[in-house]
């Protein structure tokens, strides 16, 4: 019974499937899992639209939208027929092919990383050995269309914009990948499905998640940090912040192309999540033992839910950083300390098994924590603003 | 020799030659860019996964982005004004056609010198790992040393600019 509950959409597509000549029937299995990764994700990013402004609303001592349906959620069926039925506004000046082509390379690109990520036991679109490499292509494939955006609309703000958001883009891209080497360094191999596999054992009732470890913990922080600069999430969103910049680079997007925009960003944050949690949270495992009952695909889901609910809490609440801020944090903090968690992700493999290395590993990273914090802060002067008026 | 093989190849020789025909330097950049991807998509096709995703990920993720940038900060970006053929186009075709004939010649020779393989040998990432730090580790150094060098260039040549606007 519970096999049947954890195999579930497995056992549907099968059975789906079956139905065809047994020529169609690979053809058929990809094409199902690829009109159920079109249909879920997009219905999650629906419902994910009025979470956030339903969040942000109570954060900020307010309702947020309470008009359309129980506790507005059918607001994002109201959204998309607005945004189907706004004129499609483009420039006269502006560079057409390039302005079309632009959000349709970036949802392609972001749905292209859904297909690695293993949703539950069994369930991964393509299970390909080179999956998380696979992932970060598809990923530095946004950025192009990013610049395409802001560079077709003609628009002195758009391309500002754009430039912003590609070199924050690129910086935090080199702390993604490196904070993700550490957990390839420890299982050894690059496909997402054998990282699960080697989180899915249990000592006693506690998972083997690689957030329980030192090194885990601080790779988590770091790709999480990285995944929201990536995704130009707050507080990272100069690029899109509507006080600095208009909208930045889809600015001169209106209707549904703005939607696809905004589709794209979010399903973004999706996948990236999907990531953080094959890699560092245990993918579909259960987080102890005596849970394993409940399915697989029940965990995946809950714990990209519950990453999607930290990236709206920290929206609510942590102030933007300017651009020069969050550059000089990647480049001066935490890529050196992403290499030093490399050092120390390889410490933790060769100390063997025991409290040495969870007692050397910690020590380290923690004191390297506090000497680099001092460090960076050491020449801010700290004191009353001194303001300088145009003599 | 196969009809995908066809396509692919076709996708990449148009971004090539839209690369150089088109009138707009961003357009030409951006083909490029489609010129690369057919480029990782041939990697994929002979089941070289790593060197594929590796191509998306440096050239299209990084190079294309670097190529955009210098038109753009550079004063190339405006069409000129006389058209973008020079004067002596038959000189350099001629040039292109010999280049192009001496590396032909020179893949159609190897080809002979190659063991006759009866089986595709199958190359996994673990299998680049061990020969990256096995039979090739000086190539290795080698490139990172050349990286190092690099990124202190890099950096040296920010500092200046900012002690000369000081």
């Known amino acids: 019974m519970i096999q049947t509950m954890d195999q579930i959409f497995v056992l549907l597509a099968h059975w789906l499937v079956g139905f065809l000549p047994s020529a169609l029937q690979p053809i058929a299995g990809v094409l199902l899992g690829v009109v159920a990764i079109v249909c879920v994700f997009p219905a999650l990013f629906a419902l994910t639209t009025v979470f956030e402004r339903k969040g942000l609303g109570r954060i900020q001592n307010r309702l947020g939208p309470n008009r359309v349906g129980p506790y507005g959620l059918f607001q994002p069926i109201a959204d998309g027929i607005k945004s189907l039925t706004k004129e499609d506004i483009v420039p006269s000046t502006a560079n057409a092919p390039v302005h079309f082509l632009a959000p349709v390379v970036l949802v392609v690109a972001v749905f292209m990383g859904f297909a690695v990520l293993p949703m539950g036991r069994n369930m991964v679109l393509v299970d390909m050995d080179a999956g998380l490499l696979f992932y970060f292509a598809m990923g530095a494939s946004t950025e192009v269309s990013v610049f395409m955006a802001g560079w077709s609309s003609r628009n002195k703000y758009s391309l500002l914009g754009a430039m912003r958001a590609v070199a924050q883009m690129i910086s935090y891209e080199v702390v993604l990948l490196l904070s993700s080497v550490a957990v390839v360094m420890i299982s050894g191999t690059l496909s997402l499905t054998k990282i699960v596999a080697a989180q899915n054992s249990y000592s006693g009732v506690f998972p083997h998640w690689y957030i329980f470890t030192p090194w885990g913990l601080a790779g988590f922080i770091m790709y999480a940090i990285a995944a929201t600069a990536e995704t130009n999430r707050s507080p990272f969103d100069l690029p899109e912040g509507e006080s600095e910049l208009v909208a930045g680079y889809h600015t001169e997007y209106s209707g549904f192309k703005f939607a696809l925009f905004f589709l794209g960003e979010y399903l973004a944050m999706f996948s990236i999540s999907g990531l953080g949690t094959t890699l560092f949270l245990g993918g579909w495992s259960a987080p102890f033992s005596f849970l394993q009952f409940i399915p697989s695909w029940f965990w995946f889901f809950s714990k990209l839910m519950m990453s999607i609910f930290v990236f709206i809490w920290m929206r609510g609440t942590l102030p933007r950083l300017r651009q020069d801020q969050l550059m000089n944090f990647a480049w001066k903090f935490v890529l050196p300390f992403t290499l030093l968690n490399l050092m120390v992700t390889a410490l933790w493999r060769f100390l063997g098994v025991g409290w040495e290395r969870w007692v050397f590993c910690s020590a380290i990273l923690i004191a390297a924590y506090i000497v680099m914090g001092r460090a960076g802060m050491y020449r801010e002067n700290f004191g009353p603003r001194r303001y300088r008026y145009a003599e | ?166």
Not at chain 2, 75 to 82: A, L
């Open chain 2, 1 to 166: 020799m196969s009809l995908v093989f066809y396509l692919l190849s076709a996708l990449a020789v148009a971004g090539a030659l839209s690369a150089v025909l088109l009138k707009n330097t961003v357009h030409c950049a951006l083909a490029l860019t489609v010129a690369f991807a057919g480029l990782a998509l041939l990697f994929l096709e002979l089941d070289a996964q790593f060197a594929g995703f590796a191509q998306i990920l440096v050239y299209i993720g990084a190079v294309a982005i670097l190529i955009v940038f210098a038109i753009l900060l550079t004063r190339g970006s405006e069409t000129p004004k006389d058209g973008v053929y020079s004067r002596n186009w038959l000189a350099g075709l001629v040039i292109a056609a010999a280049v192009f004939a001496v590396l032909g010649w020179a893949v159609l020779q190897s080809a002979w010198t190659l063991p006759h393989e009866t089986a595709v040998p199958a190359v996994t990432v673990h299998d680049i790992g061990v020969a990256l730090v096995g039979r090739y580790v000086l190539p290795l150094e080698i490139v990172a040393l050349l990286l190092t060098a690099a990124t202190i260039g890099a950096v040296i040549v920010a500092r200046h600019e900012k002690e000369e606007a000081k």
